[in-house]
């Protein structure tokens, strides 16, 4: 493997450029900058047609949506994945805006060179059409949880789906602000403050960033998952989430420090 | 242009197949029965593994979810569009159920047979990446809509994006049974009900399913939609919603008589 392939393979959109031909990294490289980000910037602003696609190489990227006074948390990105693919590969504005959560690096692909070398390398068009049915899929799942539960159990399924991931028994930590766990799950801080005083009942605890689940099968009853719906697919969101989601990966990206 | 290729061209999928070569066409073709199928029949349920990629000849199919009590409408498709494409090209669960609206007929490719082609036809596979990232676009608009407006500011964009669709000065007419609008809205039926009452203050008058905005720009600004952002894609979707979205249309299929 040459130094250009190592470089996409250990740092950037593994599964985006995953066997694609050393020619097409090799162009895509030398074309693409990479910026060290602080804090709290505005990548993309939704509406604005994209001229990059870009790819995390360090750091949390917050995907948010704004509407009038209404704000709300529609994806966290880690190491490995890009956005936003789908507005770059249709060549349409952005349906979300982008910041960085803490000190982030990123690789910018100009969106002109990206779609040209899709028409002419296989293995990375059909890295793209798989990599966008599973982005298909995640939101598809964001929105089943925001239409079919309550606020109650969009916490318990959001707590369950914690615990499968980090895989400790009867606790979890929380990796994420809990001002940022609402957003994501589509409830004001204080329904979430709410949510967590109400799911007492089924054994859910609360000390600072660690939750104790008494009551997991109560739980999990109570929050409607289906086994196969609702488990992730092994996308790589999912391989960063179970590498990275850990709260202790979070912190030393900053993202534990970062008021919302 | 061959009889294979006008039958798709006509009937089936106009983007996903456009440009695609005869040779592929034809194959598709043969390996794939059509079948017509009545009112209320359940094509997919969710969580099962997808045996074939079905695509919408005549009629309505709606795409829904469910989580124990709770029942939500995703999408309805019409003719020229597929359903359930993320889940074929990954080879993985559906996360939605579908169902037939009226009597319909389908064709029905099998997944396997569709990945197949995706490895050696560059056309397919390019246009079932453009259709994956606007329906990756059409689930995030949705999910925008979830989770940044009220029910009264879903209900008024609704009427604002119908109203832009059928170009009908000051009025529109319902395409769809109430249930069906309030499901697709993520509410109740009495609260799309209330919805309906509540902007009354903003020229929302009801007869039946037609709806006079007596004053549009008011309604649209408390919608708070966003010129870019909220417009739809020029999708197969949307083509289908444009030609065939209008109530005699969607009448003449049988979805008006259909009781939710």
Avoid: W
């Amino acid at each position: 493997m040459t130094t250009v392939a190592k470089e996409f393979d250990a740092e950037a959109a593994v599964g985006l450029f995953s066997g694609v031909c050393e020619g097409s990294l090799s162009h895509l490289y030398r074309s693409s900058p990479i910026e060290i980000v602080p804090d709290d910037t505005i990548i993309i602003s939704e509406g604005v047609r994209l001229r990059h696609l870009h790819i995390v190489r360090r750091g949390v990227i917050e995907l948010f949506a704004q509407a009038g006074e209404s704000r709300t948390t529609i994806s966290l990105l880690g190491p490995g994945e890009s956005f936003i693919l789908a507005a770059v590969v249709n060549n349409a504005v952005a349906l979300m805006s982008a910041r960085t959560l803490g000190g982030t690096e990123l690789m910018h692909i100009p969106a002109n060179l990206f779609r040209k070398l899709l028409k002419s390398d296989q293995q990375l068009l059909r890295n793209v059409a798989c990599s966008l049915a599973g982005n298909f899929r995640g939101v598809v799942r964001h929105l089943r949880d925001q239409k079919l539960r309550s606020t109650n159990q969009r916490l318990a399924a959001y707590l369950v789906r914690l615990h499968q991931q980090q895989g400790a028994r009867g606790v979890v930590r929380l990796p994420l602000r809990k001002n940022l766990i609402a957003s994501l799950l589509g409830m004001q801080p204080s329904s979430l403050s709410r949510a967590f005083a109400d799911l007492q009942v089924l054994g859910v605890t609360v000390e600072q960033d660690r939750v104790n689940l008494a009551k997991l099968e109560e739980l999990e009853t109570f929050a409607c998952l289906h086994q196969r719906v609702d488990a992730t697919d092994a996308t790589p969101v999912n391989r960063y989430r179970k590498v990275d989601g850990s709260p202790e990966r979070l912190e030393k990206k900053g993202i534990r420090d970062h008021e919302i």
